[in-house]
């Protein structure tokens, strides 16, 4: 069965995008657009695989499935993947994940390439500034994650022990390009005077060379919104008093902040500030310069043409418990009272 799935792979030798991040550069977007118009892709040749998506509602549009199978060397979502794509007709390919950005080992991509090497391999990978990457990781982790340290704690611990998740060009050139070859980047800057007609959306189908956006449904929801400095701490502080005492109340704070906060995919979050910023992209210059000469030609070596959009005054928020009672007094009188029951001072 092996082989003449293999064979069957090889006869079509398809092209074959593998989209790895990175982290906070719209992903979800780009996911939820290939998932939403599965068959107008099919009818133009490109096919999106279904049948390793994520199962919870959450992640079911992306392929998070197939790079966590990696880290917990788990093949059965592969020998899945390779079953799925025996049966496609279509010549090219689409897979899409930012968690493949965390496979950072040779060995890891060493797997991948095992797996899709009867396919011509491309790897797309969006960019954007590290200072707002850091804002938009912390955004997230706060949010959705167990983080409830203050965002300077949070750098801290970022640049004193995992520097590297900052270093694009080590991950890019010294990873997957000594794997897959670099003429085979697609590297793109995640910037609105970077994107194609400034357009994310657009601009990845340009990227893999879709033949016009005009077939596709490109109204796709922003499912992965941020918060402001000020709604951002007050969730920090509820998460910090309710996480483990009453996750259901958490949860409904959470989808409330969410619909107060609908915010364009650029907007700043106004977390960072302008001497933590300058100390982030110091740290990173001589690799993003690198970058931007051997992998985007460009003479300067600039590789953000953006300066970050706002910049906090301080990190300290001044959020009081009469701030916390007033917003739950405001959001939801029912959980302000359920609040004030579990209550237990910090």
């Given at each position: 069965?092996?082989?003449?799935?293999?064979?069957?792979?090889?006869?079509?030798?398809?092209?074959?995008?593998?989209?790895?991040?990175?982290?906070?550069?719209?992903?979800?977007?780009?996911?939820?657009?290939?998932?939403?118009?599965r068959k107008t892709l099919e009818r133009h040749g490109y096919f999106y695989p279904d049948a390793t998506?994520?199962?919870?509602?959450?992640?079911?549009?992306?392929?998070?499935?197939?790079?966590?199978?990696?880290?917990?060397?788990?093949?059965?979502?592969?020998?899945?993947?390779?079953?799925?794509?025996?049966?496609?007709?279509?010549?090219?390919?689409?897979?899409?994940?930012?968690?493949?950005?965390?496979?950072?080992?040779?060995?890891?991509?060493?797997?991948?390439?095992?797996?899709?090497?009867?396919?011509?391999?491309?790897?797309?990978?969006?960019?954007?500034?590290?200072?707002?990457?850091?804002?938009?990781?912390?955004?997230?982790?706060?949010?959705?994650?167990?983080?409830?340290?203050?965002?300077?704690?949070?750098?801290?611990?970022?640049?004193?022990?995992?520097?590297?998740?900052?270093?694009?060009?080590?991950?890019?050139?010294?990873?997957?390009?000594?794997?897959?070859?670099?003429?085979?980047?697609?590297?793109?800057?995640?910037?609105?005077?970077?994107?194609?007609?400034?357009?994310?959306?657009?601009?990845?189908?340009?990227?893999?060379?879709?033949?016009?956006?005009?077939?596709?449904?490109?109204?796709?929801?922003?499912?992965?919104?941020?918060?402001?400095?000020?709604?951002?701490?007050?969730?920090?502080?509820?998460?910090?008093?309710?996480?483990?005492?009453?996750?259901?109340?958490?949860?409904?704070?959470?989808?409330?902040?969410?619909?107060?906060?609908?915010?364009?995919?650029?907007?700043g979050n106004n977390i960072i500030t302008q001497e933590q910023s300058s100390r982030i992209m110091a740290?990173?210059?001589?690799?993003?310069?690198?970058?931007?000469?051997?992998?985007?030609?460009?003479?300067?070596?600039?590789?953000?043409?953006?300066?970050?959009?706002?910049?906090?005054?301080?990190?300290?928020?001044?959020?009081?418990?009469?701030?916390?009672?007033?917003?739950?007094?405001?959001?939801?009188?029912?959980?302000?009272?359920?609040?004030?029951?579990?209550?237990?001072?910090?």
């Amino acid at each position: 069965m092996k082989h003449l799935i293999e064979r069957l792979i090889r006869w079509k030798n398809p092209q074959l995008y593998l989209h790895i991040g990175m982290p906070k550069t719209g992903t979800s977007t780009i996911q939820g657009l290939l998932f939403d118009n599965r068959k107008t892709l099919e009818r133009h040749g490109y096919f999106y695989p279904d049948a390793t998506l994520g199962g919870s509602s959450d992640y079911a549009y992306a392929h998070h499935n197939l790079a966590h199978a990696i880290l917990e060397n788990n093949n059965t979502p592969w020998q899945t993947l390779q079953a799925e794509l025996a049966g496609n007709k279509r010549k090219r390919i689409i897979l899409s994940s930012e968690v493949f950005s965390n496979c950072r080992h040779p060995h890891f991509l060493q797997y991948i390439h095992e797996h899709l090497k009867h396919f011509s391999i491309k790897i797309v990978v969006y960019i954007r500034r590290q200072d707002e990457l850091m804002q938009g990781l912390y955004q997230t982790l706060v949010t959705y994650g167990d983080l409830t340290t203050p965002f300077a704690d949070y750098l801290e611990m970022i640049l004193n022990e995992h520097p590297h998740t900052l270093d694009y060009y080590s991950l890019i050139n010294d990873l997957f390009a000594n794997e897959f070859g670099k003429e085979n980047i697609l590297l793109r800057v995640y910037e609105k005077s970077s994107l194609f007609e400034g357009d994310l959306l657009k601009d990845f189908l340009k990227t893999t060379g879709f033949p016009a956006s005009k077939y596709l449904q490109l109204d796709v929801p922003n499912n992965n919104l941020s918060f402001d400095a000020y709604t951002l701490e007050i969730f920090r502080q509820l998460k910090i008093r309710l996480k483990g005492k009453d996750e259901e109340a958490l949860e409904h704070i959470r989808r409330i902040m969410r619909k107060q906060n609908i915010r364009n995919a650029f907007q700043g979050n106004n977390i960072i500030t302008q001497e933590q910023s300058s100390r982030i992209m110091a740290c990173v210059s001589q690799s993003n310069e690198k970058l931007a000469r051997e992998y985007l030609l460009k003479e300067d070596g600039i590789l953000f043409n953006e300066e970050s959009l706002k910049f906090a005054t301080n990190n300290e928020v001044n959020i009081g418990e009469q701030d916390v009672e007033n917003f739950l007094q405001t959001a939801d009188a029912g959980l302000a009272n359920r609040f004030n029951k579990i209550f237990i001072p910090t």
